[in-house]
């Protein structure tokens, strides 16, 4: 099973992009998901997970109020709506499953355990 991300690119500061990403089959539905970011020399940080169920989502600081997590359990997909982008938001961005059946959202790579490749977002100023 992979999870292929699309919808990166370049775009100018206060620009919108909506990542995407997809499984071939339905294992989305009963799992928490995640969004995860690496810009260059960093280390890979949370952005956003949504509940199995889309009922609750957790946002890290920098990007509430402009990046929106959703997710459509029967297409087995799950978003990132990225509104009002900035330079620092420039990073490869990955999704992730935490599969564990039902489970409270978590902050915590560990807790994932599918990955797909990442898709790049760079933002200029």
């Known amino acids: 099973v992979q999870l292929v991300e699309s919808g990166g690119g370049l775009v100018q500061a206060g620009d919108s992009l909506r990542l995407s990403c997809a499984a071939a089959?339905?294992?989305?539905?009963?799992?928490?998901m995640g969004w995860f970011r690496q810009a260059p020399g960093k280390e890979r940080e949370f952005v956003a997970a949504?509940?199995?169920?889309?009922?609750?989502?957790d946002y890290v600081d920098s990007v509430k109020g402009r990046f929106t997590i959703s997710r459509d359990n029967a297409k087995n997909a799950v978003y990132l709506q990225m509104n009002s982008l900035k330079p620092e938001d420039t990073a490869v961005y990955y999704c992730?499953?935490?599969?564990?059946?039902?489970?409270?959202?978590?902050?915590?790579?560990?807790?994932?355990?599918?990955w797909g490749q990442g898709t790049l977002v760079t933002v200029s100023s």
């Open positions: 089959t339905g294992i989305f539905k009963d799992y928490a």
């Open positions: 992730a499953v935490r599969p564990t059946n039902w489970a409270a959202l978590s902050r915590s790579m560990d807790d994932y355990g599918l």
């Open positions: 949504i509940s199995w169920n889309a009922i609750s989502t």
